[in-house]
T-cell receptor
Framework: NAGVTQTPKFRVLKTGQSMTLLCAQDMNHEYMYWYRQDPGMGLRLIHY???????AKGEVPDGYNVSRLKKQNFLLGLESAAPSQTSVYFC??????????????FGPGTRLTVL | GESVGLHLPTLSVQEGDNSIINCAYS??????FIWYKQESGKGPQFIID?????DKRQGQRVTVLLNKTVKHLSLQIAATQPGDSAVYFC??????????FGTGTRLKVLA
């Protein structure tokens, strides 16, 4: 049981390049999330998904797209990277949310630098 | 490792002493709270949670206290160990997809 895994762990991009971050979870969780973490700020939600085939915008969605084609995977895409997207990206998953809230389990993070 | 919070408040504690980390939450409608531990270069790790119908919850060496009147949450770590050195932050939730995360406190354990 690996929990939540993320690939890659590190990446350096040039402005305008594109890339996809992959998140995978083996806990059969319905809910998955992408956050970014920047110095001096709490985690901020980019996009989330309440189930296979469904995604929604979070707090800071601009410049990112996501897809949830399989229940266990949640992909975060940057179509045209900008220096402002330099950050540490975390994926998380949870069994449920809302009335029956459940703990979010986080992946190890992807450190992205955009030059 | 990389430090994500370069200017975080820091709590320095002698090994074996108790640590108390505080968090002021923002939303009076929040009714679920979580404490996370984040070691350098790693993702946040769940420590303990508490729901608003409680004011205290204990785990192994950790206790969370909730004061809804002043919107304050605290994490107490008993007999602090070197392995407890990390950034600790709280999160609040009001029953939706949105969790509000604090910026965190860095705990340094002195040998």
């Amino acid at each position: 049981n690996a929990g939540v895994t993320q690939t890659p762990k590190f990446r350096v991009l040039k402005t305008g390049q594109s890339m996809t971050l992959l998140c995978a979870q083996d806990m059969n969780h319905e809910y998955m999330y992408w956050y970014r973490q920047d110095p001096g700020m709490g985690l901020r939600l980019i996009h989330y998904s309440v189930g296979e085939g469904t995604t929604a915008k979070g707090e800071v969605p601009d410049g990112y797209n996501v897809s949830r084609l399989k229940k266990q995977n949640f992909l975060l895409g940057l179509e045209s990277a900008a220096p402002s997207q330099t950050s540490v990206y975390f994926c998380a998953s949870s069994y449920s949310m809302g009335r029956r809230r459940d703990t979010q389990y986080f992946g190890p993070g992807t450190r992205l630098t955009v030059l | 490792g990389e430090s994500v919070g370069l200017h975080l408040p820091t709590l320095s504690v002698q090994e074996g002493d108790n640590s108390i980390i505080n968090c002021a939450y923002s939303n009076s409608a929040s009714d679920y709270f979580i404490w996370y531990k984040q070691e350098s270069g790693k993702g946040p790790q769940f420590i303990i949670d508490i729901r608003s119908n409680m004011d205290k919850r204990q785990g192994q060496r950790v206790t969370v206290l909730l004061n809804k009147t002043v919107k304050h949450l605290s994490l107490q770590i008993a007999a602090t160990q070197p392995g407890d050195s990390a950034v600790y932050f709280c999160a609040e939730n009001e029953g939706t997809y949105k969790y509000i995360f604090g910026t965190g406190t860095r705990l340094k354990v002195l040998a």
